[in-house]
């Protein structure tokens, strides 16, 4: 996971990309890769990559949708003490557009 966390800004870039399978597989290396992290250095980074998730969550791929709302989740319980201040702030913005998601036509992304 070290070595890996000096390509991450590259990786977060590609979650602009419009190609799906590209922002799938960047999403999945962030659930990896966050989840092998020391918890310290895991906040950093949810701090970070938590706003880029957002207009994600409104994809038109339901797949999509359902790894970035997974993601987020897994990235609030990565951040530790120092940072849950900050973090509460991005989660305040990202209620409503998760709230709406939960009559979503895809069952996995309502859920």
Known sequence: AR???VLLPDVVETLQNA??????KALLVFQNVVGHMKRKKASCIALQLSEKLLPLF?????ELREIAIHLFEDLMKAVV???KKRMKN?????LVPLFFHMSDQTQSVAK
């Open 90 to 94: 991005k989660v305040w913005r990202v």
């Open 81 to 83: 003490c120092c940072h």
């Open 58 to 62: 409104d994809d038109e791929c339901s």
């Open 19 to 24: 190609n799906k399978d590209i922002r799938m």
């Open 3 to 5: 070595k890996i966390e």
